[in-house]
């Protein structure tokens, strides 16, 4: 079973006194804290517009974390396709993954915010023809030589260190057999597929996907994103909960928030709210997270590219930094 950490995504709670070049400069730092104590990979996200910094520049990110590590892959999870114009992204990414030395994951999503494709002047329905074709760009530019677009032969250089894999994320049914039809890999999360089980479902829907285009499966990469967070002593769901409260409610508020210049804290959860959101977490000791993962390990098979979600919005650097030590010594070795 190989790790990623992650989701990298640089947002600043309206109790955080830390400047915006503080968070970046701390985020990089976490992902070379993270290849040293083994993870896999380190992951980012993106969004635009929102009030509390949430990261828009996945790319330029990846090249910062390629310069402070060495062996690490880094990973999108996920750029938004549809708001980007496709022949730039292929020489963006074909750029990073030079400085990497290889080491670039392309994850790309559909997107979901309505404000982000207003601004950017996208139609929203647009979205699967828009994915369909930024991977049609992306595998032109990065062969070999030329290839037609609008009409016209073009040669993208300089081209990626490697073919560079492109994974599609998603959660409905067609989304994810797109993955399967046209990407190298998918990228589910378990809020989105509804833990194991709804993974599990995942998998047989890229697989479809990738049957129906006659495509041989060896190869295809499965990857899934859960929050989990360890303590080696005291209560670690007290320790996580406002972070991690932080985090899931403001998926909710984003989703109808636009124009918004402050950003704002969540409201208090009651004890009903409050089980459901711990019963979305890994979370505990140890010996407990190392069960819990097992059992995704267990149903799901080891060649799943687990990514622990344990970057938290408003956690303190050397909390973040103690969470990545402990992951690294006493949950990825007991799990490898």
Excluded at 191 to 215: P, Q, V, W
Excluded at 253 to 261: L, V
Aim: proline fraction near 7%; charged fraction near 25%; hydrophobic fraction near 40%.
């Amino acid at each position: 079973m190989r790790f990623g950490y992650g989701l990298i995504t640089c947002q600043r709670p309206p109790d955080d006194p830390r400047s915006d070049a503080d968070l970046y400069r701390e985020a990089v730092d976490r992902s070379a804290a993270a290849e040293r104590a083994g993870f896999d990979s380190v992951w980012v996200s993106e969004h635009h517009f929102v009030d509390d910094g949430y990261m828009p520049s996945l790319l330029v990110m990846c090249a910062a974390i390629a310069q402070a590590t060495s062996t690490v892959e880094i990973g999108t999870g996920v750029l938004l396709a549809p708001l980007h114009d496709p022949l730039r992204l292929a020489e963006d990414a074909a750029t990073v993954d030079l400085i990497s030395g290889g080491r670039l994951i392309l994850g790309l999503g559909a997107g979901w915010r309505g404000e982000e494709f207003d601004v950017f002047g996208v139609d929203e329905g647009e979205r699967a023809a828009r994915i369909r074709e930024t991977v049609r760009v992306l595998r032109g530019a990065w062969g070999p030589g030329s290839f037609s677009l609008h009409g016209t032969d073009v040669n993208v250089t300089p081209k990626p260190a490697r073919p560079i894999p492109i994974w599609l994320g998603g959660f409905a049914p067609g989304a994810v057999r797109r993955a399967g039809r046209i990407a190298d890999g998918f990228l589910g999360s378990s809020s989105g597929t509804s833990g194991i089980e709804g993974f599990a479902r995942a998998k047989e829907l890229a697989l479809e996907g990738l049957a129906a285009a006659g495509r041989d499966p060896a190869g295809f990469s499965f990857a899934l994103h859960v929050p989990v967070f360890v303590a080696d002593g005291g209560d670690a769901w007290s320790s996580v909960r406002p972070y991690y409260q932080y985090l899931r409610w403001k998926y909710g508020d984003m989703a109808g928030a636009r124009g918004s210049s402050t950003a704002t804290s969540p409201p208090p959860m009651d004890a009903a709210s409050e089980d459901q959101l711990r019963a979305t977490i890994i979370c505990g000791t140890p010996d407990r997270v190392v069960d819990e993962i097992g059992a995704f390990r267990d149903a799901l098979g080891d060649d799943v590219h687990f990514i622990c979600r344990s970057d938290f919005p408003g956690m303190p650097q050397d909390m973040q930094l103690e969470l990545i030590e402990t992951l690294g010594s006493r949950v990825l070795p007991a799990l490898r």
